[in-house]
């Protein structure tokens, strides 16, 4: 085979992608893809020494976690680019061992290529080059939930705050998956990811509140007005933040796109009157809403789909984020911001956006709001007037099969409220669920990045009944994956004891037989089935 990937939900037939990714990925990104792991495996592996020598390099880890970033799903397909993080990971690993004096006769710190020769290497050292199933399952389970620690790492990185003992951890992983592990010991290393993972999501969480404040509940348009417009998509809420003080005042609107849909919650954001409303919904569908949306747009992070003609001339990516051959704006200077004037330029001569509906949206239930309803809540819950609270966040995906969680939500009784953060509340999240007592019966707590919410919600009802297990509370999980950030969220629940998650719509192709067997007996994880029969189980706490 050319290729071979299956870091995804979409891996082609439930096992991985051979010729072509079915998110676009040709055989030269994915081979280039495995590269830079490898070779960020190699700089790690030097950092560690390093570290032992007493010579850090602070510099190595968000560097780490930034080339990571970049080989998530739908996040770069640009081979320049690819060949730029290649050669610094190089130049980065050359110069620490020059200054360490470190000679070594492993393959992994010595190899120095050129783009010619990637295609070589990078098939020799991909994800089947480990021919222990097993052990090749856990190390990519690791790696995985390492890339998606890595994205929430840079987001928190860019708005001020970073914690050396999460890059500590990265490095530590990488290099572990260059050595011959025993399986406990990998296991062990999965699990202290998830560890990890809870405090990458809670430096995200803290960054982001600290920056924008708490989300507070908020109706969001999704009509558009008749102005020019910019629409943004992606994550990041600093790109978000400069964009719009560079729009103010010019007579441009910007609209949110899919992910972005919850930073109109944020109160540093609700000053700003041009910020207008959210436009489309979860990524999969960005070829058509992107052409009629008329105007720029953004790319902030991953969740770029293989670009169309008609908005080719118009859309741009930015930080970790690429294309061939479209516009890329480059990282902000040392104290100073992003550059937007050419997407406000572009946006001055496009008519407004071709409207897709109609209609509001409600937004902003993190956990200081939900908090905040905290006595309400429970009340509710003792009276018995909620009998169920039922997680149904992650990722969402082009196959139908994702149709189940439309259905599930449908299909709750009206005594269960759905928590939710990430794009799988686009699969429900336009739906006239009702509310019990004023508490609505959707609570959208954000992006994927806010994750951290519905931990912390779990965390602190667990506290309010006096329970010592968080199994016992009534909280069930139907979890809708696709790439490596949910990967991360998952490991994450699973450090903090949680147990009888629902996983679909299929469980990770990068799970051996025996390694997903170990986690369904020891959480009881179990794939999605009837939504009728997965209802029932869930709101008998099964």
């Not at 830079?36 to 032992?52: M, N, S, T």
Request: glycine share 8%; net charge negative.
């Amino acid at each position: 085979m050319s290729m071979f990937c299956f870091q995804c939900e979409e891996a082609s037939k439930g096992t991985g992608c051979t010729t072509k990714g079915i998110c676009g990925k040709t055989e030269s990104i994915a081979v280039q893809h495995d590269l830079l792991v490898y070779l960020l495996k190699g700089l790690a592996l030097v950092a560690e020494e390093a570290e032992r020598q007493g010579q850090p390099d602070d510099a190595i880890g968000p560097f780490i976690a930034q080339a990571l970033f970049a080989t998530i799903t739908n996040a770069n397909f640009d081979p320049a680019r690819f060949e730029m993080l290649i050669q610094a990971t190089i130049d980065k690993r050359d110069a620490l061992k020059a200054r360490l004096g470190y000679q070594s006769d492993r393959d992994e710190l010595n190899w120095t290529g050129s783009p010619a020769t990637y295609a070589a290497k990078g098939a020799s050292v991909g994800v089947l080059s480990q021919p222990n199933e097993d052990l090749r399952s856990l190390r990519e389970l690791l790696v995985y939930g390492v890339k998606g620690m890595a994205a929430y790492t840079d987001h928190a990185a860019i708005l001020g705050l970073e914690k050396p003992e999460i890059y500590a951890f990265m490095i530590k992983a990488l290099a572990a998956t260059t050595r011959e592990l025993s399986i406990e010991a990998m296991t062990a290393l999965v699990m202290e990811c998830g560890a990890v993972g809870v405090t990458a999501m809670a430096l995200l969480d803290e960054a982001n509140t600290r920056a924008y404040g708490n989300p507070e509940i908020t109706q969001v348009k999704l009509g558009v007005g008749n102005n020019p417009g910019i629409l943004i998509s992606g994550h990041d809420l600093k790109d978000l933040e400069e964009l719009l003080e560079q729009t103010a005042g010019t007579g441009v609107d910007v609209y949110t796109h899919s992910e972005m849909l919850p930073a109109h919650a944020y109160p540093a954001f609700k000053q700003y009157p041009h910020f207008v409303g959210n436009y489309g919904n979860a990524w999969w569908q960005q070829d058509k809403e992107f052409a009629a949306f008329n105007g720029p747009i953004l790319m902030t992070t991953n969740c770029i789909t293989p670009v169309k003609a008609a908005y080719r001339d118009r859309i741009y990516s930015t930080g970790m984020t690429g294309w061939p051959g479209i516009k890329h704006i480059p990282d902000r200077p040392e104290g100073g911001a992003k550059d937007f004037s050419a997407l406000i330029a572009q946006a001055k001569t496009c008519p407004p956006p071709t409207a897709l509906e109609q209609g509001e949206i409600t937004t902003g239930f993190a956990h200081a709001q939900v908090m905040a309803l905290a006595d309400q809540v429970v009340d509710a819950v003792k009276s018995g007037a909620i009998k169920r609270f039922v997680v149904m966040g992650g990722c969402d995906g082009r196959h139908s099969e994702r149709g189940y969680y439309t259905d599930v939500a449908q299909a709750l009784p009206q005594d269960a409220v759905i928590l939710t953060a990430g794009c799988a509340k686009y699969r429900f999240n336009k739906l006239d669920l009702g509310d019990i007592g004023g508490i609505p019966r959707l609570l959208d707590a954000g992006q994927c990045n806010d994750a951290y919410s519905l931990a912390f919600i779990a965390l602190k009802l667990k506290e309010v009944f006096g329970l010592d297990d968080i199994n016992e509370l009534p909280i069930s999980y139907d979890i809708a994956w696709y790439e490596q950030k949910a990967i991360i969220v998952l490991l994450a629940l699973l450090h903090l004891g949680v147990k009888h998650i629902r996983l679909g719509p299929t469980l990770p192709a990068f799970l051996s037989p025996n390694v997903a067997k170990v986690l369904i007996e020891t959480f009881d994880i179990k794939p999605i089935g009837r939504v009728e029969e997965d209802v029932a189980a869930m709101m008998a706490a099964a």
